[in-house]
């Protein structure tokens, strides 16, 4: 099993800056792919991106594609998520996540890939 902790959302003004931290802990050493998901209300839930842990692979949506990076220290089991330039259509609730199937890192941005899912933590972006 794996633990997920989402860290690091708020509120902010457009243009602003924020980091989400994602803490793994448990069987981690199972883990291949991490990503980062996001639902607004009446929303479909929307991959935002995603990384193999073992290689350099990395898939970005292209609605943040320039502003957004993924990054993970595994020394720390961390993931995190650096967003800039922040816009009102960022406010969600992101959510972090782990999958363990090999093939995950070719489909990065598929929900369906993850088995593991951290509780979210809430942006918020005003204008």
């Known amino acids: 099993q794996v633990q997920l902790v989402e860290s690091g959302g708020g509120s902010v003004q457009a243009g602003g800056s924020l980091r989400l931290s994602c803490a793994a802990s448990?069987?981690?050493?199972?883990?291949?792919?991490m990503g980062w998901f996001r639902q607004a209300p009446g929303k479909e839930r929307e991959g935002v991106t995603g990384?193999?842990?073992?290689?350099?692979?990395?898939f970005y949506a292209d609605s943040v594609k320039g502003r957004f990076t993924i990054s993970q220290d595994n020394a720390k089991n961390t993931v995190y998520l650096q967003m800039n330039s922040l816009k009102p259509e960022d406010t969600a609730m992101y959510y972090c996540?782990?999958?363990?199937?090999?093939?995950?890192?070719?489909?990065?941005?598929?929900?369906?890939?993850?088995?593991?899912w951290g509780q979210g933590t809430q942006v918020t972006v005003s204008s």
């Open positions: 996540a782990a999958a363990v199937s090999p093939y995950c890192r070719y489909r990065l941005y598929n929900p369906g890939m993850y088995i593991y």
């Open positions: 448990g069987d981690t050493y199972s883990t291949n792919c």
């Open positions: 990384i193999y842990t073992l290689g350099s692979g990395t």
